[in-house]
């Protein structure tokens, strides 16, 4: 079976691509734990989805959420100045895995969970369930909070020596979410021997060039309605 593991769904961003029969997806597992963001994507699902209205992590608790349904919610305090929190429900990522993916399924996943990704990755690596996964391309976000920093190092060796196929979401992740998923699944799905070339390098250059002229395409299309 060909499954799909989208751990931190959020409004479905990624589930919007994942879904198109292009890809081949048996099954869809969306895990998110902020309320705020159930309702859309449950609207995009269909029979192959599942949707979990939990997080992952390195064991089954509640934790606090902050800025629960924006897009860079964390349980990370330091990672955002906070302007609400809410208490969610959070599963132990090793046993989730035990539970519910054969080590015979071809797995995709992608983890943006803003700073929580070091605690999976050490739960996954500390039970071995990790290696259940073939394809993985995760969000580093341990950056973006001060408490977390140091932990990037370790998180990136145990990636490395995971045996996954393993891409840090800055090297193939352009555009936005929805764009960069869509752009990941092109390149792991391409046999060119130039396909980082395409999907890497040119792609990053011309979402910047995209982002440069968003301002002139904004003002050429505020010209035309004047008209």
């Known amino acids: 079976m060909k499954v799909f593991l989208d751990i931190g769904a959020h409004v479905g961003e990624t589930l919007s691509v994942v879904l198109d029969p292009r890809w081949q997806f048996d ?6 734990p902020a309320p705020a963001c159930w309702a859309p994507l449950q609207q995009l699902a269909d029979e192959r989805v599942e949707l979990h209205r939990f997080g992952l992590w390195k064991e089954t608790t509640a934790l606090v959420l902050h800025n629960p349904g924006a ?11 906070v302007q609400q929190s809410t208490e969610c429900a959070f599963v132990d990522a090793g046993a989730w895995f035990a539970e519910h993916v054969d080590a015979a399924d071809v ?25 259940k996964i073939d394809h993985l391309v995760i969000h580093l976000d341990v950056v973006k909070s001060p408490s977390l920093r140091a932990r990037e190092p370790l998180l990136r060796a145990q ?21 960069g998923a869509r752009n990941w699944l092109r390149w792991l799905d391409s046999t060119s021997p130039l396909r980082d070339l ?23 299309v505020a010209r035309a309605r004047t008209r």
């Open 27 to 32: 099954r869809i597992h969306c895990f998110e």
């Open 71 to 81: 897009i860079g919610a964390s349980v990370a305090a330091d990672k955002d100045p």
């Open 107 to 131: 797995v995709y996943a992608k983890v943006n969970v803003e700073g929580a990704e070091a605690d999976i990755v050490d739960r996954l690596v500390e039970t071995g369930e990790i290696a």
């Open 159 to 179: 990636l490395a020596a995971s045996g996954v196929d393993v891409v840090p979401a800055d090297e193939i992740i352009f555009g936005g979410a929805t764009r």
């Open 198 to 220: 395409r999907y890497k390098t040119l792609q990053q250059r011309w979402e910047r060039l995209r982002f440069l002229l968003y301002p002139a395409k904004q003002w050429l």
